[in-house]
């Protein structure tokens, strides 16, 4: 679902012509944002969320 919701919004932003800008996800919405902005630092996954990862998947 949430990878559809991404790529539907990743379509809209290229349709309206926005460039340098990409669909993320804040929260529960998704969201335009700059390109820039969206890797000017490292974002990291915590680890709970890896280790729940490995719970689901091994």
């Not at 349709?15 to 998704?30: C, N, P, R, V």
């Not at 335009?32 to 680890?47: C, G, Q, R």
């Amino acid at each position: 679902m949430l990878s559809t919701r991404l790529g539907m919004a990743a379509a809209d932003l290229a349709h309206d012509e926005q460039w340098g800008k990409m669909a993320s996800l804040k929260g529960t919405d998704i969201v335009a944002v700059e390109m820039a902005s969206a890797v000017d630092s490292l974002k990291t996954v915590p680890l709970d969320r890896w280790e729940e990862a490995q719970v689901l998947f091994g």
